[in-house]
């Protein structure tokens, strides 16, 4: 998923500095020539601090006391509201879900700033060790809570994807696009369930392929802001390198995450083959009729901001709008959300486990579709109003300017990212992995299926205009693996905990460990890759 881009602030939400004439004006006749002969180096955009406490190291220290003062505030009214039990340190439920979110979240940002690494990956090491040092126990309704919040993590997770397809790439690119989605997410999988399938004791046939896809998603978290900054510095705009992986990433996810369910649906579905295969047939369409209606109903409804807005003198147009767009992209956002989480716990209650995901991602494209359709239409007209600005630089911020609701939901992923990526941490333990045989398992049946790919996604971009560093770095960016497996993993294990045997539990933690060995293995590989041969394996355009 795309990281957020920052927005510009208003006007009366500038520095004081920013708004001043930079011209020395009311210096009386002096201009900047009395102050620190460091002003003349500054260019018209610099801001000043104002007092000894908007300076750097005060502001910094600042910034560390209100998370402090926050995280503890947070705390105290839980335990003044909640039963001693829940907030018990160590043993409390609730207690250890706070402490492995903040944790997560400081882990994750100190990784990133130290180390350079993903914070996802933070947030996996810090859930294993509070798993591992006892610090963490949930039981009764908490854990209730905690698989809530990871099918909340799916369900925005389905909704990014969506919202990040563009129907105007996919059809310029429809043929390598697809390509590259089906033939090495297809392979990878394969391969993966059948070195699983030979290599792990009591792995059944339907595990396997659960396990494949899980592991056969890339992470576009990971992918897409490593892509987007090189796209700013102009690496690999020649040929569309950027758009065609940002484009491939959410489909390839979008097919793990379709057979996932399928497969899932399967384990524990009774009857013949046959009556599994029409159901699947029946869940999917089912998926793609309800996706279809919601994502038209959702063009239409709320209507757009402007179209109460035309009998009015210009200067309201303009606060009419800016209200209006605000009061529109919280309903959009809140009836897509709430439609598609909807969709997904009413699928399965009904016994269409594959409808609700389905009926996610086909929504939110739908509605994207139709909310940039009119946009297009409304700015085609020459009605300044609605205009993005023009006058600025960034493309991307300009693209991001028009997709609000994108923007409301990369946000709430932001918040999710340390329970999701903490939770999964959680469920590694140290005694299972039996001295190491799990691991080098988990790391055979990765290897292989990385392999695989690297193999078929070579094939599948090979006669399509490409370099051979230009392939070389299409393999390096198909690597990293964190999202989708930190949020199908768990998933599996959760359902097999409710609905299957010891051995289906024992199957699905086996899952769990081999998903996080993919993540340890290929997120900082993949990352660190992406930034470091991205500018010597790709052209540069002028």
Do not use: H
Request: glycine share 10%; aromatic share 10%; charged share 15%.
């Amino acid at each position: 998923m795309v990281d957020s881009a920052g927005s510009s602030d208003p006007p009366e939400e500038q520095p004081l500095q920013q708004l001043q004439p930079n011209d020395g004006a009311g210096d009386d006749g002096q201009g900047r020539s009395d102050r620190d002969g460091d002003d003349d180096d500054r260019t018209a955009g610099d801001v000043v601090a104002m007092a000894w406490c908007d300076d750097r190291l005060p502001a910094t220290a600042a910034n560390v006391a209100a998370t402090i003062v926050g995280v503890a505030l947070a705390w105290s009214l839980l335990y003044v509201n909640v039963s001693p039990e829940l907030m018990a340190v160590p043993g409390g439920s609730l207690s250890s879900i706070f402490m492995l979110y903040v944790t997560g979240a400081v882990a994750g940002r100190l990784i990133n700033r130290i180390v350079g690494l993903p914070p996802r990956f933070g947030m996996l090491l810090a859930g294993i060790a509070l798993q591992n040092a006892g610090l963490y126990t949930v039981t009764g309704w908490c854990s209730q809570l905690v698989s809530f919040i990871r099918e909340v993590s799916l369900a925005v997770t389905l909704i990014n994807g969506g919202l990040e397809l563009d129907a105007i790439q996919l059809r310029r690119l429809s043929g390598v696009v697809a390509k590259l989605t089906l033939l090495p997410c297809i392979a990878e999988a394969a391969t993966s369930a059948i070195a699983a399938y030979l290599i792990l004791p009591d792995f059944s046939w339907q595990w396997s392929l659960a396990l494949g896809f899980t592991l056969s998603a890339v992470s576009p978290a990971i992918l897409v802001p490593g892509l987007f900054q090189l796209k700013r510095l102009g690496y690999g705009e020649v040929k569309g390198v950027n758009t065609l992986l940002i484009a491939a990433s959410s489909l390839d996810n979008i097919v793990s995450i379709s057979a996932f369910r399928i497969v899932i649906g399967n384990i524990f579905m009774t009857g013949s083959v046959a009556s599994k295969i029409i159901q699947g047939f029946v869940d999917v369409s089912i998926g793609t009729m309800m996706g279809v209606v919601w994502g038209f109903f959702l063009i239409f409804v709320p209507p757009s901001p402007w179209a109460m807005i035309y009998k009015k003198p210009k200067t309201e147009n303009m606060i009419a709008l800016q209200r209006l767009n605000r009061l529109i992209t919280a309903k959009r956002s809140f009836l897509l959300g709430t439609g598609g989480f909807l969709a997904m716990t009413g699928s399965r209650w009904y016994g269409y486990p594959v409808a609700g995901p389905l009926a996610c991602i086909i929504s939110a494209f739908v509605a994207s579709t139709g909310w940039r359709w009119r946009l297009k239409m409304q700015n085609d007209r020459n009605n300044p109003t609605i205009s993005v600005d023009d006058n600025c630089d960034d493309e991307d911020y300009r693209d991001l300017q028009g997709k609000p609701v994108e923007k409301v939901f990369e946000y709430v992923w932001d918040g999710l990212q340390p329970s999701v990526f903490a939770f999964l941490g959680t469920d590694i333990k140290f005694e299972l992995l039996k001295g190491f045989d799990m691991v080098l398992v988990g790391l055979l049946v990765v290897t292989f299926g990385i392999a695989v790919r690297m193999i078929f996604t070579t094939c599948s971009v090979l006669g399509t205009g490409f370099s051979r560093k230009e392939i070389i770095f299409v393999n390096i960016s198909w690597l990293p693996k964190a999202t989708i497996q930190a949020i199908l993993a768990p998933f599996a294990f959760d359902v097999a905990k409710d609905l299957g045997t010891a051995v289906d539990v024992e199957c699905g933690n086996r899952l769990v460990t081999i998903a996080v060995i993919s993540i340890l293995l290929t997120a900082p590989i993949g990352a660190i890759g992406i930034k470091l041969f991205g500018p010597r394996l790709l052209p540069r355009a002028n």
